[in-house]
């Protein structure tokens, strides 16, 4: 069985930083990605990272953001610095056994991460 457990959000001042955690069981995936909602917004991809190490990243969290993988562990991460308010937001786990898919097939429960001013 598939599970996608994400780990990490929290309360964090302005400036600061956070490290996202997912955890995957069951198999693994050629693409995994991030993505966020905010309360009354879109649900939108923040980065994906496909399994040889390719990246991408939405624009607003380029140079703050960073995604990576650990294979051996079947785990994906986000560190996330120069925290801003607007990336209060659920952030989720999502993964896919294709490359950069259009839509991704496996989703984990969210993690919620809140930014203050």
């Known amino acids: 069985q598939v599970q996608l457990v994400e780990s990490g959000g929290g309360l964090v001042q302005a400036g600061g930083s956070l490290r996202l955690s997912c955890a995957a069981s069951?198999?693994?995936?050629?693409?995994m990605a991030w993505f966020r909602q905010a309360l009354g917004k879109e649900r939108e991809v923040v980065a994906e990272?496909?399994?040889?190490?390719?990246?991408r990243y939405v624009d607003s969290v380029k140079g703050r953001c960073t995604i990576s993988r650990d294979n051996h562990k079947n785990t994906m991460y986000l560190q996330m610095n120069s925290l801003k308010p607007e990336d209060t937001a659920v952030y989720y786990c999502?993964?896919?056994?294709?490359?950069?898919?259009?839509?991704?097939?496996?989703w984990g429960h969210g993690t919620q991460v809140t930014v203050s001013s």
């Open positions: 999502a993964a896919d056994p294709n490359y950069f898919p259009n839509e991704y097939h496996y």
């Open positions: 069951g198999r693994t995936f050629t693409t």
């Open positions: 990272a496909s399994y040889g190490g390719g990246t």
